[in-house]
Nanobody
Framework: VQLQASGGGLVQAGGSLRLSCAAS????????LGWFRQAPGKERGVVAA????????YYTNSVKGRFTISRDNAKNMVYLQMDSLKAEDTAVYYC????????????????????WGQGTLVTVSS
């Protein structure tokens, strides 16, 4: 599976961005997916995760109510809608996928993920 993230850019605080991640592979709909971010000088951490059906989602506390993860299995796409952006959201954002034959669950640890996109930079100016 190859993942290609896009949609990053420079936005003012309070603004919105929509990140997209295109995936190759015919078994995309079997993969749990996630968005991670890494700010300068910090470790990479999970932002949001979604199960293969899209029914189950997870958000880290700092983005709850502001970010929405979704997926379109017919188009092999996963999205991260980011609203009410804050300066502390500035980071490189990565999409990732788990090669999992299991049930409709999601994963929040980076070590669980098998495939990673190249990252897209989001800069929020205050």
């Amino acid at each position: 599976v190859q993942l290609q993230a896009s949609g990053g850019g420079l936005v003012q605080a309070g603004g919105s961005l929509r990140l997209s991640c295109a995936a190759s592979g015919r078994t995309f709909n079997s993969y749990p997916l996630g968005w991670f971010r890494q700010a300068p000088g910090k470790e990479r951490g999970v932002v949001a995760a979604i199960s293969r059906s899209g029914v189950n989602t997870y958000y880290t506390n700092s983005v709850k109510g502001r970010f929405t993860i979704s997926r379109d299995n017919a188009k092999n796409m996963v999205y991260l809608q980011m609203d009410s952006l804050k300066a502390e959201d500035t980071a490189v954002y990565y999409c990732a996928a788990v090669r999992s034959p299991g049930s409709d669950i999601l994963y929040t640890r980076g070590s669980s993920y098998d495939y990673w996109g190249q990252g897209t930079l989001v800069t929020v100016s205050s």
